[in-house]
């Protein structure tokens, strides 16, 4: 997914039933099984089956933006110890909280997981016919070092190589705010 146009082009294959639209968490196994190469696409709603945020189980690091998305690096996992201290913390806290707690350890300064993987995300306001609302959805990627190269794009595919995003269906919703630009 390398743009805008990549990911509308997702979004309505999804929009026209083609791929499927999550509306549910991931299991712990399909959680376990995350890989490069993933690609999904889920709505963000309270009801109507949506799901508030994507959560996939992993450490992430802070977004940075590029272009229409934002990307996360996967981090090292909280060690049994860092947990304990956190769960020490927190109660010295409820007991006490005037206390100053001390500097712990922040998902900045936590180490990237060697061979990790990138989440890449996009999201969009979805214009459906018939409905007075957008929704909006989000497209999640995942890839792993140098594979972003490698791994099959739009056009490797027959029936999204096909596909004719319609005018104004979606418009891109960058994380500081509602973008102007519609893709076609």
Do not use: C
């Not at 992430?60 to 201290?85: C, H, I, N, V």
């Amino acid at each position: 997914v390398r743009d805008g146009r990549d990911a509308h082009v997702v979004l309505e294959a999804v929009r026209v039933n083609m791929l499927p639209l999550i509306r549910r968490r991931l299991t712990a196994s399909e959680r376990e099984t995350l890989t490069s190469g993933n690609v999904f696409v889920w709505e963000e709603a309270e009801n109507d089956g949506g799901l508030l945020r994507w959560t996939d189980g992993r450490r992430w690091s802070q977004s940075r933006m590029r272009g229409d998305y934002l990307f996360y690096e996967e981090k090292m996992e909280t060690t049994p110890e860092e947990k304990e201290a956190k769960a020490a913390l927190r109660a010295k806290r409820a007991s006490d909280p005037a206390s100053v707690p001390p500097s712990t350890n922040r998902r900045k300064d936590r180490p990237n997981r060697p061979n990790g993987l990138t989440k890449q995300t996009y999201s969009a306001l979805v214009y459906l016919p018939g409905s007075s609302q957008p929704r909006k959805w989000h497209v999640v990627a995942y890839f792993a070092g140098d594979d972003y190269l490698r791994l099959p794009v739009i056009e490797s595919y027959d029936y999204l190589r096909n596909i004719r995003v319609p005018e104004g269906v979606f418009v891109s919703s960058k994380a500081n705010g509602l973008r102007t630009d519609r893709y076609s």
